[in-house]
């Protein structure tokens, strides 16, 4: 007998297994109060001016039996409408009713993940956690990447790791983010920054695919943060011994 194939996408009930098990925040204080600063009060990812949160049909039913804080975006212009026009059938823009109106349990997948994204390799191996570089000169995060906690990254890939096991697309399309991603850091020759897996920095070499220990001053800071001080690491990467790798943990494909 042949056997089941998964579902394309994942069922409401898998995200809402997600948003049971995915609830850490990126640091432990509010991120979004330093970017907020550079953007009229309101956290970069919580303006869609900056950042329209995507998704699923699935997630999207999910959420609309669970709560109103969120409706469907109206694009606001004709660009806007024409960015849109090229989304994945199966997803849908969403807006909430803004950020001091947030219920935490009923963020989305892209609320809760931002300002990160599974990196896959060229092998098809998921990694762990890489940056949307797109967000770098207004996301104070990706300037200060040690302030993530180590239980946040552990979620995520958690997380992840259920929901490709149901949903290919999801995972090709992250696979195609990470390729691009490397292209375009191969034109401005810089190095990829990956929070792998196994809890420990990693630089990528796109031209190379060559993965080495690397340290967080290496990636720089940008935009409105250029000139700001590191920020105090969390305390897992505070204690961690770069010299003490034995390897990056591959998932199985």
Same mark, same amino acid.
């Given at each position: 007998m042949a056997k089941t194939r998964p579902p394309r996408t994942a069922t409401p009930e898998?995200?809402?297994?997600?948003?049971?098990?995915?609830? $850490?925040?990126?640091? =432990?204080?509010?991120? #979004? $109060?330093?970017?907020? =600063?550079?953007?009229? #009060?309101?956290?970069?990812?919580c303006s869609t001016e900056a950042a329209i949160p995507i998704v699923d049909k699935h997630e999207w039913q999910l959420l609309k039996q669970r709560t109103d804080l969120w409706h469907e975006y109206k694009a606001p212009d004709k660009a806007t409408e024409k960015e849109l026009s090229d989304l994945h059938h199966d997803c849908v823009a969403i807006e909430c009713k803004g950020f001091m109106s947030c219920e935490r349990e009923n963020r989305s997948m892209s609320c809760r993940t931002f300002p990160f994204f599974?990196?896959?390799?060229?092998?098809?191996?998921?990694?762990?956690?890489?940056?949307?570089?797109?967000?770098?000169?207004?996301?104070?995060?990706?300037?200060?990447?040690?302030?993530?906690?180590?239980r946040f990254l552990t979620e995520f890939v958690a997380a992840y790791e259920m929901l490709f096991q149901v949903d290919r697309d999801e995972f090709t399309a992250?696979?195609?983010h990470s390729a691009s991603m490397r292209r375009v850091f191969t034109r401005h020759d810089r190095p990829i920054p990956l929070l792998g897996r196994d809890g420990h920095l990693y630089k990528v070499t796109p031209t190379t695919h060559e993965i080495k220990a690397a340290r967080f001053h290496e990636f720089g800071r940008w935009g409105f943060y250029e000139k700001d001080k590191p920020a105090e690491p969390a305390k897992h990467w505070a204690t961690l011994d770069p010299n003490s790798l034995k390897g990056l943990t591959r998932a199985a494909r």
């Open positions: 898998i995200y809402a297994d997600i948003y049971k098990m995915f609830m $850490a925040p990126v640091s =432990a204080f509010d991120c #979004g $109060a330093k970017c907020a =600063a550079h953007n009229e #009060g309101v956290p970069v990812c599974p990196y896959i390799d060229r092998e098809g191996d998921f990694l762990g956690m890489s940056v949307f570089w797109g967000f770098e000169d207004r996301c104070w995060v990706q300037s200060h990447l040690q302030i993530v906690n180590l992250n696979r195609d």
